[in-house]
């Protein structure tokens, strides 16, 4: 098989990585793409690493089966606790991006000499991959992170725009962790939904960082460095959960911009 024609692979805790998802198929409409969401192990930014890293060895195995030249980690929990080991354990068969990377890049690139604050999972922030990354860069961007584990399950349930939101976003951006930064990462793929809010509670006075789209152009020069570029005409895009629910595939709409057809994978039988 020539490896342009094959698929872009995708993965997150569950329905969250479709905003990264999404802003792959806009910048690429022309690849093809398999999407897989741990349904039945989210949330991720509670599990241990051991067990994120059990789950993503089993998700990299379905999506390299199914022909995958690139796998995407659309998920910042498992960005941080699978990244190495899944490059390791998948070689030659498949470039592997995190969401992790190409976010450090640009922080370090447009914000030297600043204070920039993030929001993520538990997961996420206790690996202190951020920081890590960040610093080896040698960049003056001061790093002060802030785990927020109300937000994914607020988000996956449905619950944004309304005051319980509101509530919530503002207990948690009110923390002292994050006073007077210039820049806030989103470091979980669930909350460009709740953006606006993030932004409205900062009176549009810092700038609100999310990764699809870093990630998307991040995937791109991949691709054209390597001559992985698909010129075909149509593309498919398949979309696979290790538990389906219809709410879950009723929740699409919210991640990806339409409602998308959820096909069921057990990762164990
Ligand atoms: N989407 C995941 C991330 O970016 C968070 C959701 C979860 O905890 O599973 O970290």
Redesign the pocket.
């Known amino acids: 098989m020539n490896n342009a024609h094959r698929p872009i692979g995708i993965f ?3 329905i ?2 479709l905003t990264v998802a999404q802003a792959i198929a806009q910048l690429l409409p022309k690849e093809d793409m398999i999407y897989f969401g ?1 349904t039945a ?7 241990s690493e051991a067990a994120i890293q059990a789950y993503s060895v089993k998700i990299a195995d379905v999506l390299l089966k199914k022909g995958c030249k690139v796998i995407v980690i ?7 606790a699978a990244y190495e080991l899944l490059k390791e354990y998948v070689r030659m068969d498949a470039h592997i991006i995190n ?1 992790i990377d190409p976010m450090v890049a640009y922080v370090t690139k447009h914000f030297k000499d600043k204070q920039i604050g993030l929001i ?5 922030v206790m690996s202190g991959v951020y920081t890590d990354r960040i610093k080896e860069t040698q960049n003056n961007v001061q790093l002060k992170s802030l785990a927020t ?1 109300l937000l ?2 607020m988000i ?1 349930e449905g619950f944004f725009n309304n005051q319980i939101s509101h509530e919530i976003i503002g207990q948690y951006l009110s923390d002292s962790e994050l006073l007077d930064i210039d820049a806030l990462i989103l ?5 460009p939904l709740i953006k606006k809010e993030i932004n409205q509670f900062y009176n549009g006075k810092i700038s609100i960082l999310d990764s699809s789209e870093v990630v998307a152009q991040a995937l791109k020069t991949h691709l054209e460095t390597n001559s992985l570029i698909n010129e075909q005409p149509e593309s498919t895009k398949r979309f696979f959960v290790s538990d389906y629910t219809p709410s879950f595939e009723a929740s699409t709409r919210l991640f990806f911009g339409e409602v998308v057809h959820l096909e069921q994978h057990r990762l164990w039988n």
């Open positions: 997150d805790s569950g969250g990585g741990d192990h989210l949330p991720y930014g509670d599990k659309a998920c910042n929990s498992a960005s941080s969401v993520g999972t538990k997961r996420t584990p994914a399950p996956e470091a979980c793929t669930h909350y």
